[in-house]
């Protein structure tokens, strides 16, 4: 028999982010701008019958929103409680446990984790070429190290564009390539583009999850939990070919998308002109206005694609990450630490928030930068 405890298990810890109370919370990448009005409307005005009964067993509603949003059929989309609830039923839907999935450290904290409670052994690969200013996040990998390791040929290729905690959108063509060589036997690729609605229009954001539709492995996952500001709700999707999100909807199982949550989320999903874009729009300018004023301070924030900046702390000479993130909780104000990135060291990361609260980061980060005599 399995002792119980399982000995997979041991390495693991339940998930303890710093939740404690704060003036202004800008640690976890949700919307500072609030919670699309359309879908609080559909919360506040639920029906109680809405709650006696089940919802749709795979939320059909919101899937085929999704569908109608991105112009990809109803059975391209899988749906799940959160963005978290599709990569671990993608996990397990991928791999057998014993096999392996590769990912580009410093990546979500969570792959290894799922990995692990998946059985899968993690192969990260180590982007080892310095960074340097044309190429702030170090040079490309070749796609093929993903591909072929000592170890044989992984399961599952996740990438994460932009990538959090990086904020590094990687090149397209560079992901096309990796399809290619992956091709229809290999790998299944998980793209997980929790933070693309942020990109910039022009970078084309909805293309792969346009391509994942009909591809053979790309399978591509967003979540309402960001730009949707519906976080609480707990709703995310995948897009890919109908019988690759079969198989993903197998693994998941029936009834995680709660009814409220898929009401809010078709109203959020069908907003082309009101509260979505405009609260995008308002995060891409206060992301170039927050980057202009590190920099004016002499920090290097790194560029990024999503609704946060990543700034290395070696400059603003308050500690490690560690220290600086206790500092400005004390000045009212909650960021993520990062220790020990690989390649870029010590680092917090702030989420983008309306101009008062980017205000409030700025003046906590000052007691911290101006020399107390
Ligand atoms: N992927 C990435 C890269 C994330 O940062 C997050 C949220 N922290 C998720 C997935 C999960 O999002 P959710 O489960 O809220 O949809």
């Not at 904290?109 to 799922?114: G, H, L, P, T, Y």
């Not at 994460?160 to 090149?171: D, I, M, S, W």
């Not at 400005?328 to 680092?347: I, K, N, Q």
Request: proline fraction near 11%; charged fraction near 25%; hydrophobic fraction near 40%.
């Amino acid at each position: 028999m399995t002792p119980f405890p399982r000995d997979l298990y041991a390495p693991l810890v339940p998930y303890a982010p710093d939740r404690r109370p704060v003036e202004v919370d800008l640690s976890d990448n949700t919307n500072r701008w609030g919670t699309h009005p359309g879908a609080l409307a559909a919360v506040r005005t639920a029906d109680p019958e809405e709650l006696l009964r089940y919802p749709p067993v795979y939320a059909d509603r919101l899937r085929a929103a999704v569908a109608a949003r991105f112009g990809v059929p109803l059975e391209a989309v899988a749906t799940g409680c959160g963005s978290d609830d599709l990569l671990d039923s993608a996990f397990r839907a991928a791999a057998d446990p014993g096999e392996s999935i590769r990912f580009i450290p410093p990546t979500f904290s969570m792959i290894e984790i799922f990995a692990t409670m998946n059985g899968l052994v993690p192969r990260p690969l180590d982007r080892a070429a310095p960074r340097s200013p044309s190429a702030p996040f170090g040079p490309l990998p070749d796609p093929g190290l993903l591909l072929d390791t000592e170890e044989g040929t992984p399961a599952i290729v996740y990438l994460c564009r932009p990538n959090n905690p990086t904020g590094e959108v990687l090149p397209r063509p560079w992901i096309e390539t990796l399809l290619d060589q992956a091709g229809p036997t290999g790998p299944v690729v998980l793209l997980d583009e929790a933070y693309a609605d942020f990109m910039e229009p022009d970078e084309g954001p909805d293309d792969l999850l346009r391509l994942a539709a009909t591809s053979d492995r790309l399978v591509v996952l967003r979540t309402l939990s960001k730009a949707f500001g519906l976080a609480g709700l707990r709703v995310g999707f995948a897009v890919g070919a109908p019988e690759v999100i079969r198989e993903i909807e197998k693994s998941r199982g029936p009834y995680k998308v709660n009814r409220l949550a898929e009401a809010a989320a078709v109203l959020a999903l069908d907003d082309r002109e009101g509260w979505i874009p405009e609260t995008l729009a308002a995060a891409r300018a206060e992301r170039t206005h927050l980057a202009r004023a590190l920099v004016e301070r002499g920090l290097a924030p790194l560029p990024s694609g999503a609704n946060f900046l990543l700034v290395p702390t070696e400059g603003i000479g308050a500690g490690d990450a560690a220290s600086v993130t206790a500092k400005l909780r004390e000045a009212g104000v909650a960021v993520r630490p990062f220790p020990s990135l690989p390649g870029f060291g010590d680092a917090v990361r702030v989420t983008l928030g309306p101009r008062h609260e980017t205000d409030r980061f700025l003046a906590a980060l000052d007691t911290l930068l101006t020399p107390t005599t």
